[in-house]
C-alpha cells in the first residue's frame, strides 16, 4: 500500500475496523491481482463504489439501525441541515455515537461519522423511494449521450407532480421525505453512469448535492420553507452561490420544499423560475 492509499483508505472509513478491512480485501482479493503492483488510493477509491453498490451485510444493517426511533432522532436533524430537537436525550447521542455513525467535528458539530457511512445513509433511507419509482425513460439524455439540463428540468418537474406525494409515504424519516424522493429520481438519472455526492451538516440548514454524469456535473442545494419561518430563497441562494464557487460552476438548481401548513397539493405548487445568485451564477429555483 502507497502512503496515499493508507491516507485515502483511512479517510473514507474514519477508522472503523470493519470498513478499513473490507477495503483492503477488496482491493488485494479482486482489484489488484497482481501481488508485485502497489496499491494507490485511486484502488481504494474503486474498491469504496464496489462495496457502496453492493451494500455488503454490514452496511445493509446500517438500515435496521437507522429506523430505530433513538437513531432517527439524531440522524434525520443531521440530514435536514436542523439542530437536535428537544427530544433527543444524552443516551440517544451516547448510543449513535458507540455505533460509530456520528462524531465531534473538529468544529465543534455533530457530523456522520466518515465519507463511506455519509453516502451509504441516505442511500439506504432511500432505497424504499427507488424501489417504488415508476417506469422513467431517460428523456434527459441528449444525442450525445450527455444530461441536458433543460430536458431534466422537465423530466423532474413532470415527475415529481405525478408521483412526489405518493412516495413520501414510502420514506422512513417524514421531515426530509422530500429529500429522500429526489435522491431516489437522481439515483436514476445516474444509475449506470455517474454518481452522486453528497454534503450535510448539523445545524447548516441544508443539504448540498452533487450529480456527476459522464464528465459534466450539476450541483443542487437543497432547502425547506418551514411555518413561521421566512421564504429561504434569499439564504438559498447565497450558500448555493458559495457551493458553486467552491466547486468553480456557473450555475446550479435550488430546491426549495414548501412543508408549512396548508401550503397547498404538490401538483399545483411545484414550478420553476429563472434566478441570478449573487455572484452573478445562473440558478434555476424550483419550488416543490
Request: charge should be negative; hydrophobic fraction near 45%; charged fraction near 25%.
Amino acid at each position: 500500500f502507497t502512503p496515499t492509499a493508507s491516507a485515502r483508505a483511512f479517510e473514507l472509513s474514519g477508522g472503523h475496523p470493519w470498513l478499513v478491512n473490507a477495503l483492503a480485501k477488496e482491493v488485494v482479493e479482486e482489484l489488484v491481482e497482481d501481488p508485485a503492483r502497489a496499491i494507490t488510493d485511486a484502488d481504494i477509491d474503486a474498491a469504496k463504489e464496489i462495496l457502496l453498490r453492493r451494500q455488503d451485510t454490514h452496511l445493509d444493517s446500517l438500515a435496521e439501525r437507522l429506523r430505530e426511533p433513538r437513531v432517527r432522532r439524531i440522524i434525520e436533524p443531521i440530514l435536514a441541515g436542523e439542530s437536535l430537537g428537544a427530544a433527543v436525550a444524552d443516551d440517544d447521542l451516547r448510543y449513535v455515537q458507540d455505533l460509530g455513525l456520528v462524531r465531534q467535528s473538529s468544529a465543534g458539530g455533530l457530523v456522520i461519522a466518515n465519507p463511506i457511512y455519509r453516502e451509504v445513509i441516505p442511500t439506504s433511507l432511500a432505497s424504499i423511494a427507488i424501489a417504488s419509482l415508476p417506469q422513467i425513460q431517460p428523456s434527459w439524455l441528449g444525442p450525445d449521450g450527455h444530461i441536458d439540463e433543460t430536458r431534466l428540468l422537465e423530466a423532474f418537474l413532470a415527475f415529481w407532480r405525478q408521483h412526489g406525494e405518493p412516495l413520501f409515504a414510502a420514506a422512513p424519516y417524514h421531515e426530509i421525505a422530500p429529500h429522500l424522493v429526489l435522491m431516489a429520481f437522481l439515483h436514476r438519472v445516474v444509475n449506470g453512469g455517474g454518481s452522486i455526492e453528497r454534503e450535510y451538516a448539523i445545524g447548516s440548514g441544508r443539504m448540498d448535492i452533487l450529480v456527476q454524469y459522464r464528465g459534466r456535473r450539476l450541483a443542487i442545494e437543497l432547502k425547506v420553507w418551514h411555518d413561521d419561518k421566512p421564504d429561504p430563497r434569499k439564504d438559498g441562494l447565497e450558500q448555493l452561490d458559495r457551493y458553486l464557487a467552491g466547486l468553480g460552476l456557473d450555475h446550479g438548481w435550488l430546491v426549495i420544499f414548501d412543508r408549512r401548513t396548508g401550503a397547498g397539493r404538490l401538483s399545483e405548487r411545484t414550478m420553476a423560475e429563472a434566478a441570478v445568485s449573487p455572484g452573478g451564477r445562473q440558478v434555476v429555483v424550483l419550488r416543490a
